[in-house]
């Protein structure tokens, strides 16, 4: 045993002691404590820049996501979407280390888009940074004309790259920033003079729910609209178990994609997620390029059916019509569980769009709602939204850039009767005594909820279904004898 | 073990195996195809030295499964000592990813006493251009306040970092002074080394310099102390462990660091022996403890029947008559239960093959509980080992028994398809590959959100999963009548 010191004595913290700090971090005190935070991030409902760019690369046809950078960070992402899907997410990446901190990225990239095109044959190998290369500044317009040049993949294989740092924006910014590069890239020179190809093309933003977007296709389908979904992940992250596994499993048809500045229309259904894509397309396109909302509830899914019938002069078929009917139908045969509930919500900032809306339409009240890592313009955008409610919305504040720990404060010291969010979400809803509602990204606790759509006037039903049932569950499990009843 | 028989698999020769790592190898490019050559052997269970090469650089592009030092640091060695506040330093990614999805389980009030959260500096662009040590010590100074029962602070470096030229030790430095207790700098950068395995022995060499040796348990020394070294308590492993090892009469005094507590951890300097779970994360602590004061260590293997007995045998041989009579008691209580599982499950399992593919430890610890319930392994290899852990695993497989090292997705693919394991063990990113394939598969990091599987209560639930993994009626469905 070492005598040169003295050693230190275990440090006991008295039962009672315990008990006082378990009570104050559900104080108000605290909560002022825990809002004057300057420096420190306690459980943020956001993530990195080149996650967005993996979700966007993936839904190519034949598309192999190339991470340049750290392999750990490819394998984070990788990790991520396979924990949400329950599916296979196969990216690569050209695994820099301390040599390349210091030569810089080039010979990595070169070894690593050689390698990765000749064993899984890519029909295309979207690049993406991680912040190691980011911070020592590669230069990957050169790098990627150098390896073609020095035969390392083939001139003809298409190379988007984008500058994806961490340290700056969250995954919806990757999301725009690779998305916007794909199309750059394949599109270049494709831009006929004036006449448009009869299509609308349409942006879902970073969702992942796979359903939402087999759900517009649906919606299109039924208008008999032509239609192109950009970074469409709904076949590659939803993929059939038949025995065979199939690397490139679905997305975009690059020749659809490369199309894309001859579109009639373009539409992002996640404005957030693209706001470079759009204004490019503006720019470099035939057609019109616009936003709508997230088509969360009715009305958000009536402008959005309204827009497309307009843009393409279609009629809405009667059975979407009465697609709506069902859903209002059972809206207001249940509206009476959602009236008045209080609800915290926590994502990104077109889903918080949408989720609000529907919460607005049920007569519920959207009272914390949070985005880890937005703007100004985001919260006065929501704040107007919530002013459309005076009854409902006028009561909801809106938080950015605080974390689900402020969260935390907020529904401890203000109760609600439920949160919605991604599974982060459910510590505070444990703490809180509150049912957590699953949706956004990452979903890693429970199954199949990216297979259930949340927009449309399906996406209505099923969240009403999935909150009412959960707070007549909850009566149930927990009512006296005396209350408990037969019917609810 | 060296004069254990060899085993051998019906139709698994070494000439077979070679002649599949030729194949597999004539489809990659030829720079890839000759370092990843050495990466990739037939098993000789004799040799005393495995013939493999590992603990290299990733070949980059060939989709390998690997992680990063700070995936090591945070995920593995730091991230399950339930009591600090463990910092991710730097941009937003590293921590949310790795927050809460490696399963070490902790006791403790979640806020107050126990920290499973995700403490981070959420690096901007001001930060990497006029650094980030500022904003660290007013960090660290907001989480002692936000959170005074901790025990401690932890800071992991994210890879800009160490880029930037932030000097974190500094200021852990200072902050330590400042706060009184444990504040401990972590250099594991992501680009550093080769895998997880770097960040493990940077996080061992935090520990070294500053925490052991600067705590005193309350009670005074005993002859039974022990340390549990390299369980990390994924899925409640050491909750199924610890009493065992209390059951024949040991005393756990820290464990390291699954569900464990840092000032307990700074005074494992006082216990009689360590015992050693995985090998690879930790040895290098037990040689420093060794070294520093003369405390033994033993490596055991709490994975299936067989290897418990031969493990507590082994344990006892530490200690005295007493320990070993009640180690024999131990043996005598659980084998009825054993049995019963054996019964239960062997008949179902017998015959059936599994090929591994996991981090440091499991696919040499885990062979022998497949084996316990019928189960042969036809494939074994690491995401980042080292040489010494190939040596320990060559004499646990059969000869000709393919052994594949930071094996791509590309090789492993081609491997599972031409030795049609009945179950492949393995991560999450590989799960879906192979259950696609229709192949049954379970996650061998995360015990596939089940667990423990360490001990006898371990065992009853692995070989539970390991059953309906692979008579899960829902295979028969794969393949349309249509």
Same mark, same amino acid.
């Given at each position: 045993?070492?005598?040169?010191?003295?050693?230190?004595?275990?440090?006991?913290?008295?039962?009672?002691?315990?008990? !006082?700090? #378990?009570?104050?971090?559900?104080?108000?005190?605290? #909560?002022?404590?825990?809002?004057?935070?300057?420096?420190?991030?306690?459980?943020? %409902?956001?993530?990195?820049?080149?996650?967005?760019?993996?979700?966007?690369?993936?839904? $190519?046809?034949?598309?192999?996501?190339?991470?340049?950078?750290?392999?750990?960070? =490819?394998?984070?992402?990788?990790?991520?979407?396979? !924990?949400?899907?329950?599916?296979?997410?196969?990216?690569?990446?050209? =695994?820099?280390?301390?040599?390349?901190?210091?030569?810089?990225?080039?010979?990595?990239?070169?070894?690593?888009?050689?390698?990765?095109?000749?064993?899984?044959?890519?029909?295309?190998?979207?690049?993406?940074?991680?912040?190691?290369?980011?911070?020592?500044?590669?230069?990957?317009?050169? $790098?990627?004309?150098?390896?073609?040049? #020095?035969?390392?993949?083939?001139?003809?294989?298409?190379?988007?790259?984008?500058?994806?740092?961490?340290?700056?924006?969250?995954?919806?910014?990757?999301?725009?920033?690779?998305?916007?590069?794909?199309?750059?890239?394949?599109?270049?020179?494709?831009?006929?003079?004036?006449?448009?190809?009869?299509?609308?093309?349409?942006?879902?933003?970073?969702?992942?729910?796979? %359903?939402?977007?087999?759900?517009?296709?649906?919606?299109?389908?039924?208008?008999?609209?032509?239609?192109?979904?950009?970074?469409?992940?709904?076949?590659?992250?939803?993929?059939?178990?038949?025995?065979?596994?199939?690397?490139?499993?679905?997305?975009?048809?690059?020749?659809?994609?490369?199309?894309?500045?001859?579109?009639?229309?373009?539409?992002?259904?996640?404005?957030?997620?693209?706001?470079?894509?759009?204004?490019?397309?503006?720019?470099?396109?035939?057609?019109?390029?616009?936003?709508?909302?997230?088509?969360?509830?009715?009305?958000?899914?009536?402008?959005?059916?309204?827009?497309?019938?307009?843009?393409?002069?279609?009629?809405?078929?009667?059975?979407?019509?009465?697609?709506?009917?069902? %859903?209002?139908?059972?809206?207001?045969?249940?509206?009476?569980?959602?009236?008045?509930?209080?609800?915290?919500?926590?994502?990104?900032?077109?889903?918080?769009?949408?989720?609000?809306? $529907?919460?607005?339409?049920?007569?519920?009240?959207?009272?914390?709602?949070?985005?880890?890592?937005?703007?100004?313009?985001?919260?006065?955008?929501?704040?107007?939204?919530?002013?459309?409610?005076?009854?409902?919305?006028?009561?909801?504040?809106?938080?950015?850039?605080?974390?689900?720990?402020?969260?935390?404060?907020?529904?401890?010291?203000?109760?609600?009767?439920?949160?919605?969010?991604?599974?982060?979400?459910?510590?505070?809803?444990?703490?809180?005594?509150?049912?957590?509602? !699953?949706?956004?990204?990452?979903?890693?606790?429970?199954?199949?909820?990216?297979?259930?759509?949340?927009?449309?006037?399906?996406?209505?039903?099923?969240?009403?279904?999935?909150?009412?049932?959960?707070?007549?569950?909850?009566?149930?499990?927990?009512?006296?004898?005396?209350?408990?009843?037969?019917?609810? | 073990?060296?004069?254990?028989?060899?085993?051998?698999?019906? *139709?698994?020769?070494?000439?077979?195996?070679?002649?599949?790592?030729?194949?597999?190898?004539?489809?990659?490019?030829?720079?890839?195809?000759?370092?990843?050559?050495?990466?990739?052997?037939?098993?000789?269970?004799?040799?005393?030295?495995?013939?493999?090469?590992?603990?290299?650089?990733?070949?980059?592009?060939?989709?390998?499964?690997?992680?990063?030092?700070?995936?090591?640091?945070?995920?593995?060695?730091?991230?399950?000592?339930?009591?600090?506040?463990?910092?991710?330093?730097?941009?937003?990614?590293?921590? +949310?990813?790795?927050?809460?999805?490696?399963?070490?389980?902790?006791?403790?009030?979640?806020?107050?006493?126990?920290?499973?959260?995700?403490?981070?500096?959420?690096?901007?662009?001001?930060?990497?251009?006029? *650094?980030?040590?500022?904003?660290?010590?007013?960090?660290?100074?907001?989480?002692?306040?936000?959170?005074?029962?901790?025990?401690?602070?932890?800071?992991?470096?994210?890879?800009?970092?160490?880029?930037?030229?932030?000097?974190?030790?500094?200021?852990?430095?200072?902050?330590?002074?400042?706060?009184?207790?444990? +504040?401990?700098?972590?250099?594991?950068?992501?680009?550093?080394?080769?895998?997880?395995?770097?960040?493990?022995?940077?996080?061992?060499?935090?520990?070294?310099?500053?925490?052991?040796?600067?705590?005193?348990?309350?009670?005074?020394?005993?002859?039974?102390?022990?340390?549990?070294?390299?369980?990390?308590?994924?899925?409640?492993?050491?909750?199924?462990?610890?009493?065992?090892?209390?059951?024949?009469?040991?005393?756990?005094?820290?464990?390291?660091?699954?569900?464990?507590?840092?000032?307990?951890?700074?005074?494992?300097?006082?216990?009689?022996?360590?015992?050693?779970?995985?090998?690879?994360?930790?040895?290098?602590?037990?040689?420093?403890?060794?070294?520093?004061?003369?405390?033994?260590?033993?490596?055991?293997?709490?994975?299936?029947?067989?290897?418990?007995?031969?493990?507590?045998?082994?344990?006892?041989?530490?200690?005295?008559?007493?320990?070993?009579?009640?180690?024999?008691?131990?043996?005598?209580?659980?084998?009825?239960?054993?049995?019963?599982?054996?019964?239960?499950?062997?008949?179902?399992?017998? *015959?059936?093959?599994?090929?591994?593919?996991?981090?440091?430890?499991?696919?040499?610890?885990?062979?022998?509980?497949?084996?316990?319930?019928?189960?042969?392994?036809?494939?074994? *290899?690491?995401?980042?080992?080292?040489?010494?852990?190939?040596?320990?695993?060559?004499?646990?497989?059969?000869?000709?028994?393919?052994?594949?090292?930071?094996? @791509?997705?590309?090789?492993?693919?081609?491997?599972?398809?031409?030795?049609?394991?009945?179950?492949?063990?393995?991560?999450?990113?590989?799960?879906?590959?192979?259950?696609?394939?229709?192949?049954?598969?379970?996650?061998?990091?995360?015990?596939?959100?089940?667990?423990?599987?360490?001990?006898?209560?371990?065992?009853?639930?692995?070989?539970?999963?390991?059953?309906?993994?692979?008579?899960?009626?829902?295979? @028969?469905?794969?393949?349309?009548?249509?």
């Amino acid at each position: 045993m070492s005598t040169t010191t003295a050693l230190k004595p275990m440090t006991e913290h008295s039962a009672a002691e315990i008990e !006082r700090v #378990k009570d104050w971090i559900n104080s108000e005190d605290y #909560k002022e404590k825990n809002f004057a935070r300057e420096a420190l991030v306690i459980n943020p %409902a956001h993530a990195c820049q080149p996650l967005g760019a993996q979700l966007v690369a993936h839904g $190519f046809a034949g598309s192999l996501p190339f991470v340049h950078g750290s392999q750990g960070c =490819a394998s984070y992402f990788r990790s991520t979407f396979s !924990r949400h899907f329950r599916e296979p997410a196969a990216a690569t990446s050209d =695994a820099m280390t301390e040599d390349g901190a210091v030569f810089g990225g080039q010979n990595n990239l070169f070894e690593g888009l050689e390698n990765a095109y000749a064993l899984y044959r890519p029909s295309i190998m979207p690049i993406f940074t991680t912040c190691m290369p980011e911070v020592i500044g590669d230069d990957l317009t050169a $790098f990627t004309r150098n390896a073609k040049q #020095k035969g390392h993949i083939p001139e003809d294989l298409p190379t988007p790259y984008a500058n994806t740092p961490s340290f700056n924006g969250t995954h919806i910014h990757g999301y725009d920033a690779m998305l916007k590069a794909i199309l750059e890239y394949l599109a270049d020179g494709k831009k006929t003079d004036g006449n448009d190809n009869g299509k609308l093309y349409l942006i879902p933003g970073f969702d992942g729910n796979t %359903a939402n977007l087999r759900e517009y296709k649906r919606y299109l389908q039924m208008m008999g609209v032509p239609c192109t979904l950009l970074a469409d992940i709904s076949e590659v992250f939803d993929s059939p178990c038949d025995g065979t596994y199939r690397l490139y499993a679905g997305g975009t048809p690059l020749d659809e994609a490369a199309d894309a500045v001859n579109a009639r229309a373009t539409i992002s259904l996640m404005k957030y997620c693209t706001p470079n894509t759009l204004k490019w397309l503006e720019g470099n396109s035939v057609g019109t390029s616009i936003d709508l909302p997230l088509p969360m509830g009715i009305r958000n899914t009536d402008a959005f059916l309204m827009k497309v019938s307009e843009l393409f002069d279609m009629p809405i078929p009667a059975e979407l019509k009465a697609e709506r009917g069902r %859903a209002v139908d059972a809206m207001t045969d249940a509206h009476q569980y959602l009236h008045g509930k209080k609800f915290a919500v926590a994502g990104d900032p077109d889903y918080l769009l949408g989720i609000v809306t $529907f919460l607005l339409e049920m007569g519920a009240i959207p009272y914390h709602i949070l985005c880890s890592r937005s703007t100004k313009k985001f919260r006065k955008e929501m704040e107007a939204l919530l002013a459309t409610s005076p009854l409902y919305g006028a009561l909801g504040t809106v938080y950015i850039n605080k974390d689900l720990w402020h969260m935390r404060s907020l529904c401890m010291t203000d109760p609600v009767d439920a949160i919605i969010g991604d599974t982060h979400c459910k510590w505070v809803a444990r703490d809180a005594k509150i049912p957590l509602f !699953r949706v956004g990204f990452p979903i890693i606790d429970r199954v199949n909820l990216h297979r259930t759509p949340v927009i449309g006037y399906q996406g209505a039903i099923n969240l009403l279904t999935m909150m009412v049932n959960k707070f007549l569950d909850t009566v149930d499990e927990t009512c006296e004898d005396q209350w408990f009843e037969m019917m609810r | 073990m060296a004069d254990t028989l060899v085993k051998t698999i019906a *139709g698994i020769t070494t000439e077979k195996t070679e002649e599949l790592i030729a194949e597999t190898l004539k489809d990659m490019p030829e720079k890839a195809a000759k370092k990843r050559a050495a990466h990739l052997v037939a098993n000789e269970p004799q040799s005393a030295k495995c013939a493999i090469k590992s603990n290299k650089k990733v070949v980059p592009g060939v989709m390998s499964q690997r992680g990063c030092a700070y995936a090591g640091a945070k995920g593995v060695v730091w991230g399950p000592i339930r009591d600090m506040v463990h910092v991710s330093h730097g941009p937003v990614g590293c921590g +949310v990813y790795s927050w809460g999805t490696r399963r070490n389980l902790m006791q403790g009030i979640p806020g107050v006493t126990s920290f499973p959260l995700d403490f981070t500096s959420d690096f901007q662009e001001r930060d990497i251009v006029y *650094g980030g040590d500022k904003k660290l010590e007013t960090l660290l100074r907001e989480a002692d306040e936000l959170f005074p029962l901790n025990k401690g602070l932890s800071v992991l470096s994210e890879c800009p970092v160490g880029l930037i030229g932030d000097d974190i030790n500094a200021v852990t430095k200072k902050m330590e002074a400042e706060l009184g207790k444990f +504040v401990v700098p972590c250099n594991c950068e992501g680009f550093r080394g080769v895998s997880q395995s770097l960040g493990h022995h940077i996080s061992n060499d935090s520990i070294r310099d500053h925490v052991i040796g600067k705590r005193e348990f309350s009670e005074p020394a005993g002859p039974y102390d022990v340390a549990l070294i390299g369980d990390y308590n994924i899925g409640g492993d050491v909750w199924a462990a610890k009493p065992i090892l209390e059951e024949i009469g040991l005393n756990v005094k820290s464990v390291w660091t699954g569900d464990g507590e840092i000032e307990k951890i700074a005074a494992t300097g006082q216990v009689k022996l360590n015992l050693i779970h995985c090998y690879r994360s930790m040895n290098y602590m037990c040689k420093v403890m060794e070294e520093k004061w003369g405390i033994p260590w033993l490596e055991y293997n709490f994975f299936g029947p067989t290897k418990i007995e031969e493990s507590l045998r082994a344990i006892a041989e530490r200690f005295d008559d007493t320990i070993r009579q009640k180690v024999e008691e131990v043996i005598a209580r659980y084998r009825p239960q054993m049995d019963r599982v054996l019964n239960e499950y062997r008949p179902r399992l017998e *015959g059936k093959t599994a090929m591994l593919f996991v981090g440091g430890l499991r696919p040499r610890h885990t062979v022998g509980a497949y084996e316990d319930l019928g189960i042969e392994i036809t494939g074994s *290899g690491y995401e980042f080992a080292h040489q010494d852990d190939y040596d320990r695993t060559a004499p646990e497989l059969a000869r000709g028994t393919l052994i594949y090292d930071d094996v @791509s997705e590309f090789e492993l693919e081609k491997f599972v398809e031409k030795l049609k394991p009945d179950l492949v063990g393995s991560g999450i990113k590989e799960k879906y590959v192979f259950q696609k394939a229709g192949i049954p598969f379970r996650q061998m990091h995360s015990w596939d959100y089940s667990g423990p599987y360490h001990g006898y209560e371990g065992f009853k639930i692995f070989a539970r999963d390991i059953d309906m993994a692979i008579n899960s009626p829902t295979w @028969s469905l794969v393949k349309a009548p249509f």
